[in-house]
């Protein structure tokens, strides 16, 4: 027998006191014989010897009274009995832990895996009594307003609503706030519930530094229902990436797609579609060995710009939410460039070569260099600085580090101390002198080697076999090596980068050695120049996305500089909405932590479109691998778990196996019975003894 208030337990100090009364009452009769009383004598002995023990029956009664009382406070408690009628059930707090993310939707004999989790706990639920309190735990959201109540109705409701999530489920992060739970509780059965598959990815992979042996302690019982029946059939695109770095309208993209087969069977003739904004832009077919993956190249052609949603799909199989993935692209509508130039002849080239893109696509503004303190550079995407008199180097910097383009070719002119001042405000390789002369084509430098697997050379040759680009003559150019800071894209004989890039903050930077004038070189008349400059500049106006991987459960973040409104906009991938208020003032940047959903997620600032962001799942729920007993086992006993774990199968009564596993029923009914009763039989004793006392004296 157990107590589960044994504190009440030191009021049994209280039995004494009818002894100490039954003391302190005795005293000796002083005997005074009367000769006509004699005959009574004997009679009187035999009553008060009747007295007497009526009177020790009496203390004893009062003895056992008070400790059965104090025991019932106590609640006496039998483990595995159960008194049908006359015991009630200890106090519980249960908790459960359901696992929501969706490799639980795999369907059973019994409908998918998180619905029957979802009957179980119901049922147990129900059979909880008054005082018993419970709180439910989803393993793929962030619980942080989770407690313990008795509004079990509540409980169900929440059970009702809650769906599959794209979360990956965090089993240690929910069993520390499941053990905090019940060591807060002052019911004795304090109880933890998992209902889950058990993939094995459910335990953590870091080392366990987490001691639980104080909440997790001998008192504390976890009940593990592991759901998963059967073997799984399931095909997943674990990676959805552009090859592309340089996105045009009408141009093809290619799509590296990475399918894993995480079943037992070969797949034979599978089909993969690619979408574009909705609509089925490309299929293909693939094989792909059990247990292994395989990667495609798929192609597919944006037909309009902005921002572009992207998804690639696979067949049905037993989990569906990994049948998709997606990926964001962006295509300036038109792009806004900014040319710096402190005379015509340094940028006149230049200008014919961009205007070859089309005023429907590009905007060109003209600026000399001392116009630069009152330019708003952030509404440039790139700008092409043909001057070496950089004024306000920190704000070309600052525009570099938000992402800003920059392509900067030498004047004809050019004074190279100041283009060293220039290329090291901007943290750029200096430059070593002059090599030949102006005007002079008697010693001439050529294109040496071409890196043909730069994304400005994808695509610009309509053959591979044409990749025979003429040099150039140049008779004069700045004797410049990247120096490790940046990649040489075009190098001439004599080694000098004739093309650089380099990278600045979020930004970029191409850097010409040769000014575009036939003072220097014929590089302006050669077929290549046009081309060249232009997918630069597609190129170069191509922001990277920075969460080109983001995974559901992490914060999406986008900078507040692009916008100008207090309110943002925030659309989800299910096409719900949720308005976001934001301090221009003081944030820089806006995290949004509610992913839980795979897809698009399109924030809004005053209607227009300012980021679309693609949120994919953790490919790791895409595997059934399933862990066994052991496995739970070794992972408790990283925690110090202290207290003890019952496996319920599930095809087993799960309200008999916790009856079964779970302290017995309380007894303190019985107790405060028996202590009335006693109590009844005192009184009529006490009242009994009473009169034969009364009758003694009056004969006296």
């Known amino acids: 027998m157990t107590f589960l208030n044994p504190a009440v337990l030191i009021g049994l100090l209280a039995a004494s006191i009818p002894v100490i009364i039954h003391l302190l009452n005795l005293r000796k009769l002083k005997k005074?014989?009367?000769?006509?009383?004699a005959f009574l004598k004997e009679l009187q002995k035999n009553k008060i010897r009747k007295i007497k023990i009526k009177q020790w029956l009496l203390l004893a009664l009062r003895v056992l009274i008070i400790l059965f009382i104090v025991m019932a406070f106590a609640r006496p408690a039998l483990r595995g009995l159960s008194i049908a009628g006359t015991t009630s059930a200890a106090k519980t707090s249960a908790v459960f832990i359901l696992d929501n993310s969706f490799s639980m939707s795999v369907l059973g004999q019994n409908g998918s895996y998180i619905n029957q989790a979802k009957d179980i706990i119901r049922k147990i639920l129900e059979q909880l009594k008054e005082g018993d309190e419970a709180a439910v735990i989803l393993s793929s959201e962030n619980n942080q307003n989770v407690n313990l109540t008795s509004d079990f109705n509540q409980l169900i409701n929440q059970l009702n609503q809650s769906e599959l999530s794209y979360i990956k489920g965090d089993l240690h992060k929910s069993l520390t706030l499941a053990a905090e739970l019940v060591n807060k509780s002052k019911n004795f059965n304090r109880e933890i519930y998992i209902l889950s598959d058990f993939q094995k990815n459910i335990f953590p992979k870091d080392e366990i530094k987490?001691?639980?042996?104080?909440?997790?302690?001998?008192?504390?019982?976890?009940?593990?229902?592991?759901?998963?029946?059967?073997?799984?059939?399931?095909?997943?695109?674990?990676?959805?990436?552009?090859?592309n770095q340089i996105f045009e309208i009408d141009k093809p993209?290619?799509?590296?797609?990475?399918?894993?087969?995480?079943?037992?069977?070969?797949?034979?003739?599978?089909?993969?579609?690619?979408?574009?904004?909705?609509?089925?832009?490309?299929?293909?077919?693939?094989?792909?060995?059990?247990?292994?993956?395989?990667?495609?190249?798929?192609?597919?052609?944006?037909?309009?710009?902005?921002?572009?949603?992207?998804?690639?799909?696979?067949?049905?199989?037993?989990?569906?939410?990994?049948?998709?993935?997606?990926?964001?692209?962006?295509?300036?509508?038109?792009?806004?460039?900014?040319?710096?130039?402190?005379?015509?002849?340094?940028?006149?080239?230049?200008?014919?070569?961009?205007?070859?893109?089309?005023?429907?696509?590009?905007?060109?503004?003209?600026?000399?260099?001392?116009?630069?303190?009152?330019?708003?550079?952030k509404n440039y995407e790139i700008v092409f600085l043909c001057s070496d008199n950089l004024n306000l180097p920190d704000k070309f910097l600052q525009y570099l580090n938000e992402g800003g383009s920059l392509v900067i070719i030498p004047p004809v002119n050019v004074d190279i101390n100041k283009m060293n001042n220039q290329l090291k405000a901007l943290n750029l390789p200096n430059v070593n002198g002059f090599a030949g002369k102006q005007n002079d084509k008697s010693l001439s430098g050529q294109f040496d080697k071409i890196d043909f697997n730069h994304p400005v050379f994808l695509n610009l040759?309509?053959?591979?076999?044409?990749?025979?680009?003429?040099?150039?003559?140049?008779?004069?150019?700045?004797?410049?090596?990247?120096?490790?800071?940046?990649?040489?894209?075009?190098?001439?004989?004599?080694?000098?980068?004739?093309?650089?890039?380099?990278?600045?903050?979020?930004?970029?930077?191409?850097?010409?050695?040769?000014?575009?004038?036939?003072?220097?070189?014929?590089?302006p008349l050669k077929t290549i120049y046009a081309p060249l400059l232009v997918k630069s500049l597609f190129y170069l106006v191509q922001k990277e996305n920075q969460q080109d991987n983001l995974i559901?459960?992490?914060?999406?973040?986008?900078?507040?500089?692009?916008?100008?409104?207090?309110?943002?906009?925030?659309?989800?991938?299910?096409?719900?909405?949720?308005?976001?208020?934001?301090?221009?003032?003081?944030?820089?940047?806006?995290?949004?932590?509610?992913?839980?959903?795979?897809g698009f997620y399109k924030i809004y600032s005053n209607n227009l479109l300012i980021d679309n962001i693609a949120v994919n799942y953790d490919k790791s729920e895409s595997n059934p691998v399933y862990a066994d007993e052991n496995d739970f086992n070794k992972y408790l006993e990283l925690l110090n778990f202290n207290g003890r774990l019952i496996t319920i199968n599930k095809d087993s009564n799960p309200s008999d196996a916790i009856n079964q596993a779970r302290f017995g029923s309380e007894l303190w009914r019985i107790f405060l019975l028996i202590a009335i009763l006693l109590a009844i039989l005192e009184m009529n004793i006490a009242r009994n003894v009473r009169k034969e006392i009364e009758g003694i004296s009056k004969t006296n």
């Open 32 to 37: 005074i014989e009367f000769s006509t009383l």
């Open 210 to 243: 987490t001691d639980l042996s104080q909440l997790l302690n001998e008192n504390v019982k976890i009940y593990s229902f592991p759901l998963s029946e059967k073997k799984v059939f399931n095909l997943a695109i674990d990676d959805l990436r552009s090859a």
């Open 253 to 377: 993209v290619t799509f590296n797609i990475s399918i894993g087969n995480y079943s037992e069977q070969n797949v034979q003739n599978g089909v993969i579609s690619v979408f574009v904004n909705q609509k089925r832009a490309a299929q293909k077919s693939f094989d792909v060995e059990a247990g292994k993956s395989v990667l495609i190249d798929v192609d597919a052609v944006p037909d309009k710009a902005g921002f572009i949603d992207i998804s690639a799909e696979i067949e049905s199989d037993d989990i569906e939410q990994d049948n998709k993935r997606f990926v964001s692209l962006f295509i300036p509508e038109k792009i806004s460039c900014l040319i710096i130039s402190d005379d015509n002849s340094s940028s006149k080239f230049l200008k014919l070569a961009l205007q070859t893109i089309g005023q429907q696509k590009l905007k060109i503004d003209e600026r000399n260099s001392n116009q630069i303190g009152g330019t708003q550079l």
């Open 461 to 523: 040759f309509k053959k591979e076999d044409k990749k025979n680009i003429e040099s150039p003559q140049i008779n004069y150019f700045l004797k410049l090596s990247t120096q490790g800071k940046g990649s040489s894209i075009i190098t001439l004989t004599d080694g000098s980068a004739f093309l650089s890039e380099y990278k600045s903050g979020k930004g970029k930077i191409f850097l010409f050695n040769t000014a575009h004038d036939l003072s220097w070189s014929n590089f």
């Open 552 to 598: 559901a459960g992490n914060p999406l973040n986008f900078e507040l500089n692009r916008i100008n409104s207090t309110q943002i906009r925030m659309v989800k991938p299910d096409s719900s909405a949720e308005i976001i208020n934001v301090d221009l003032g003081n944030q820089k940047i806006f995290d949004y932590k509610n992913t839980n959903l795979a």
